[in-house]
């Protein structure tokens, strides 16, 4: 893909000093950006490499004024960080949404219903009564199960695997080895001691603009729905148990894991390896550590959890601090013993 200048400046809304036709056709960093390619300068502590960069274009504040003479020509901005992001996403929906077409072997049911500029990679299966819209992406191995509903402009990454009667709302990516669907873990001790399943007749509902990265699952509801609000982000290799409830713009890193039934607020914050129990619920804006491990509901929102079992962050680091101080404890606690064990007899 190659732009010009000009084209750029005019997405940015940006001012161009130097050649607004000049062409630029890749993304770079400043420390190594080549000629034909575009790059930012946002922090002071690299302004340095644009006296030597080969770029072609860089972004930089509308306050900039060069010290040293510059190749590159400029694109001024108010904020070239964000310019710079926006750039990139820009680059990344001309990418991932140009693919269009079918390739073959690829099986769709006959009573399925897709939309425009639909993409289907090699062995990719749409079962029946599938119902998609505009503009997605279902690429190679790809399996969308029976009654499945999929909204517009929505990326469906190798080996992605989406269970019957599931709902996905639009502007969705869901990255390879996805398995969304699958059954909860739902299982009735028996008196000999062995386990019966219980069948998991609900489904998962994805509401629009969500993100789920590779290799996380989500499981269907036993009854009703698991529910992923709009503008969720979820990174890779998370486990989210049946009927959980997620609110909108929450945002979950890796190896978290979420027990059934739980119902978790809007823009909380979940960091790494966070383990939650079953049937409790998380208030909005709730911030949870990394390892945090939650045993009962967080009812005050904007609310930050530290430790396991999990307690409020500040007096979580009280706690630390003692617990690092325990060696010279435990020697003024032995050295006081030795003290009072050898007082005089009165």
Same mark, same amino acid.
Not at 152 to 157: E, G, M, P, R, T
Not at 183 to 207: C, E, H, M, S
Not at 214 to 230: E, H, K, R
């Given at each position: 893909?190659?732009?010009?200048?000009?084209?750029?400046?005019?997405?940015?809304?940006?001012?161009?000093?130097?050649?607004?036709?000049?062409?630029?056709?890749?993304?770079?960093? #400043? +420390?190594?950006?080549?000629?034909?390619?575009?790059?930012?300068?946002?922090?002071?502590?690299?302004?340095?490499?644009?006296?030597?960069?080969?770029?072609?274009?860089?972004?930089?504040?509308?306050?900039?004024? /060069?010290?040293?003479?510059?190749? /590159? %020509?400029?694109?001024?901005?108010?904020? /070239?960080?964000?310019?710079?992001?926006?750039?990139?996403?820009?680059?990344?929906? #001309?990418?991932?949404?140009?693919?269009?077409?079918?390739?073959?072997?690829?099986?769709?049911?006959?009573?399925?219903?897709?939309?425009?500029?639909?993409?289907?990679?090699?062995?990719?299966?749409?079962?029946?009564? @599938? =119902?998609?819209?505009?503009?997605?992406?279902?690429?190679?191995?790809?399996?969308?199960?029976?009654?499945?509903?999929?909204?517009?402009?929505? %990326?469906?990454?190798?080996?992605?695997?989406?269970?019957?009667?599931?709902?996905?709302?639009?502007?969705?990516?869901?990255?390879?080895?996805?398995? @969304?669907?699958?059954?909860?873990?739902?299982?009735?001790?028996? +008196?000999?001691?062995?386990?019966?399943?219980?069948?998991?007749?609900?489904?998962?509902?994805?509401?629009?603009?969500?993100?789920?990265?590779?290799?996380?699952?989500?499981?269907?509801?036993?009854?009703?729905?698991?529910?992923?609000?709009?503008?969720?982000?979820?990174?890779?290799?998370?486990? #989210?148990?049946?009927?959980?409830? *997620?609110?909108?713009?929450?945002? *979950?890193?890796?190896?978290?894991? *979420?027990?059934?039934?739980?119902?978790?607020?809007?823009?909380?914050?979940?960091?790494?390896?966070?383990?939650?129990?079953?049937?409790?619920?998380?208030?909005?804006?709730?911030?949870?550590?990394?390892?945090?491990?939650?045993?009962?509901?967080?009812? =005050?929102?904007?609310?930050?959890?530290?430790?396991?079992?999990?307690?409020?962050?500040?007096?979580?680091?009280?706690?630390?601090?003692?617990?690092?101080?325990?060696?010279?404890?435990?020697?003024?606690?032995?050295?006081?013993?030795?003290?009072?064990?050898?007082?005089?007899?009165?």
């Amino acid at each position: 893909m190659e732009f010009t200048i000009s084209q750029i400046a005019a997405i940015l809304q940006g001012e161009i000093d130097g050649n607004g036709q000049e062409k630029v056709n890749t993304i770079g960093k #400043i +420390q190594d950006a080549q000629k034909g390619a575009i790059t930012f300068l946002s922090n002071p502590k690299y302004e340095n490499y644009i006296y030597t960069s080969e770029a072609s274009a860089v972004i930089v504040k509308k306050d900039f004024v /060069p010290t040293k003479s510059v190749k /590159p %020509i400029l694109i001024k901005v108010d904020d /070239p960080y964000s310019s710079f992001t926006r750039l990139l996403e820009e680059y990344d929906k #001309i990418a991932s949404y140009s693919k269009v077409g079918i390739e073959e072997p690829a099986y769709i049911a006959t009573n399925a219903t897709v939309g425009e500029k639909i993409y289907r990679g090699a062995f990719s299966y749409i079962g029946s009564n @599938v =119902k998609i819209g505009n503009n997605v992406k279902v690429y190679p191995q790809a399996y969308i199960g029976d009654h499945v509903t999929i909204g517009d402009n929505c %990326i469906l990454y190798s080996g992605a695997k989406i269970y019957a009667n599931t709902v996905i709302g639009n502007n969705c990516i869901i990255h390879s080895g996805v398995i @969304v669907g699958s059954d909860g873990f739902g299982f009735a001790p028996q +008196q000999d001691g062995t386990y019966k399943k219980i069948p998991q007749l609900g489904n998962v509902i994805i509401r629009d603009n969500v993100e789920i990265g590779a290799n996380t699952v989500i499981d269907c509801a036993t009854l009703g729905s698991t529910i992923i609000d709009a503008g969720v982000k979820l990174d890779n290799l998370i486990q #989210i148990a049946h009927n959980v409830e *997620i609110g909108t713009n929450t945002v *979950i890193a890796s190896q978290t894991g *979420i027990s059934g039934s739980t119902k978790i607020g809007k823009n909380c914050i979940i960091a790494g390896q966070v383990g939650l129990v079953g049937h409790i619920e998380i208030a909005d804006r709730v911030t949870l550590a990394a390892k945090t491990g939650l045993a009962k509901s967080v009812k =005050k929102e904007g609310s930050v959890k530290f430790g396991y079992p999990a307690m409020d962050h500040k007096e979580y680091l009280k706690c630390h601090a003692i617990f690092r101080n325990l060696p010279e404890l435990r020697e003024r606690v032995n050295d006081l013993e030795k003290k009072t064990l050898n007082l005089p007899a009165k």
